[in-house]
């Protein structure tokens, strides 16, 4: 059994990852119980969409051109939306992460290939069911090496409470959910910066600097009769 989820060249230290499996053991498969990553190395396939040329600007991947006046014309590289691709899992995560394995049995094959769940080609959108099992986190992120006190008094403590999260379907269906959430809330927050500095500095006689803009505002101001300067 292989398990390809893992990235980069920076990983958990030899001693703590040695002292992870005296403590946590192995699974079935002789893979660590527990183990610590870095939440931008770990990788998962997952249903994926439209690729662009990264030279676009996110106003030109479909959006509106405003000094034209309509939308742009630039089109996708391709559209991976029938297909599974590599994506990081915590893409809102930075720092080392506490993660522990749970067995093929923590996932309902009901619920993984429901028709809600997968693509029109019946692909599931969470990427192949973990028939070995999977890691799911527990616990981070924090921006340094945990030591091994801590490391045993988190998991001692999971353990008293008696396991309060599981693995499940929902649990990754709920990952994927923060993952597309936070890009979602990049690109609008991206998009809206550039459309309101356009608005400001182009499109605005309340907001431009320009001569033209400041004498649209006097006559606009004379006309209500208000009497601050409201020019340039």
């Avoid at 403590?23 to 690729?51: C, D, H, Q, Y």
């Avoid at 990264?54 to 391709?78: C, K, M, Y």
């Amino acid at each position: 059994m292989t398990r390809n989820d893992i990235r980069g060249i920076q990983q958990c230290p030899s001693e703590i990852a040695d002292y992870l499996l005296t403590i946590g053991g192995k699974t079935p498969f002789g893979e660590p119980m527990w183990r610590l990553v870095l939440a931008s190395n770990v990788v998962w396939k997952v249903a994926g969409g439209k690729v662009w040329d990264e030279n676009l600007s996110l106003p030109e991947r479909g959006g509106f051109d405003f000094a034209e006046g309509r939308a742009h014309e630039n089109q996708p590289i391709r559209d991976e939306s029938d297909r599974l691709v590599e994506r990081r899992r915590y893409p809102h995560l930075d720092g080392w992460i506490l993660q522990r394995w749970f067995p093929p049995s923590a996932y309902s094959k009901s619920q993984w290939f429901a028709r809600e769940n997968c693509l029109s080609s019946g692909t599931p959108k969470l990427g192949p069911f973990p028939q070995f099992g999977d890691y799911e986190m527990i616990g981070g992120p924090i921006h340094r090496v945990p030591s091994k006190t801590e490391l045993h008094n988190f998991i001692s403590s999971y353990y008293r409470g008696l396991e309060s999260r599981t693995g499940s379907i929902e649990s990754r269906i709920q990952d994927a959910a923060n993952a597309a959430e936070y890009e979602k809330q990049k690109e609008e927050e991206r998009v809206r910066t550039l459309t309101d500095e356009y608005m400001r500095d182009k499109c605005s006689y309340l907001f431009s600097s320009s001569l033209e803009a400041g004498r649209v505002r006097t006559e606009k101001a004379e006309k209500l009769r208000i009497r601050e300067h409201v020019g340039n």
